[in-house]
């Protein structure tokens, strides 16, 4: 009699191994995972890849197509293989991949964004928006991936309170402090958090995108300095009126995301760092009184 199946017995060994992972936690339970080749799947933007990263966990390999430069820019880093799957924010988003809507392998957020084309390059950093844009994720996701859509309900659940939680450390950190709000593109994460986020009207944000009323600028800056308020910018910010406010002592600069850019990281990190330069300038204004004392 043969007590020994080397086959049977390999089949046995793995699977022991996989419920072993499970219990340990390397492989969470309820995951299907592909047998022989990774699943990968590319995103347009940055922001897109690490909310659709979050989302999956470890089921699907998400990659982004684009990084954001030194100065905010957007710059193709990879073009994905023909044939692809990529997922985009709409057609005009598409387009910069020389992508056209119908396109095999092109899934799109949205058809047609209900946005005006100024208020894009917000959309990463509005709390508001954010969960509308991860159910859209979540519903190509679970196309591309349906055995896992249970386990991709989760995660969004996760993704949203996370994303409530930390706008709660922002208002913890900024809700009582006044900023002169000159950021191109996180303004509405300043605006979740605090209720003193002083911004300039449209008309004369406009003006001096065309270069001009820039005495106003001036002025809007002085104004802030002499209430004692906080100047914020961003990588977003436009070089015109970026170049008019370099000087003042209370001016924080808040930098793009870097090449391995996580999400939840990020936005946090904006409040914490934030509070850590509001820390660092009165420490210093202190320390400069003391001596002149």
């Known amino acids: 009699m043969m007590l020994f199946h080397p086959k049977k017995s390999v089949l046995s060994y793995c699977a022991v191994i996989v419920l072993c992972a499970v219990s340990v936690g390397l492989f969470p339970a309820g995951i299907s995972y592909a047998a022989e080749t990774e699943q990968v799947v ?43 799957t990529i997922i985009a924010l709409d057609p005009m988003d598409a387009s910069r991949l020389g992508l056209v809507q119908g396109e095999p392998g092109l899934f799109l957020l949205y058809e047609n964004l209900p946005i005006e084309s100024s208020s894009r390059g917000t959309l990463a950093f509005d709390p508001s928006a954010l969960p509308f844009l991860s159910q859209r994720i979540l519903k190509i996701l679970c196309e591309l991936n349906p055995d896992n859509y249970q386990f991709y309900q989760r995660r969004m659940a ?15 950190l900024i809700h009582d402090t006044a ?68 000087s003042p002592a209370k001016l924080i600069t808040v930098p793009p995301p870097g090449p391995d850019y996580d999400f939840f990281t990020y936005l946090h990190d904006i409040y914490t760092d934030m509070d850590e ?3 660092q300038i009165k420490k210093s204004e202190k320390t400069n009184l003391h001596k002149r004392g």
């Open 42 to 84: 590319y995103a347009s933007l940055p922001w897109l890849s690490s909310m659709a990263s979050f989302i999956v966990g470890p089921t699907i390999k998400i990659r982004s197509v684009s990084t954001w430069s030194a100065s905010g820019e957007l710059r193709v880093s990879k073009k994905p293989p023909k044939g692809s």
């Open 158 to 172: 996760e993704f949203q309170s996370r994303l409530e939680s930390t706008v709660e450390v922002g208002r913890s």
């Open 179 to 246: 900023i002169l709000d000159l950021t191109g593109a996180i303004s509405p994460w300043l605006h979740a958090a605090s209720g003193k986020v002083i911004r300039p009207p449209d008309e004369l944000w406009n003006a001096w995108m065309g270069n001009t009323r820039t005495p106003d600028l001036a002025l809007a800056v002085k104004e802030a300095e002499s209430r004692g308020w906080w100047i914020l910018t961003d990588a977003w910010t436009p070089a015109r009126i970026k170049t008019r406010v370099s």
């Open 277 to 279: 330069n509001f820390r």
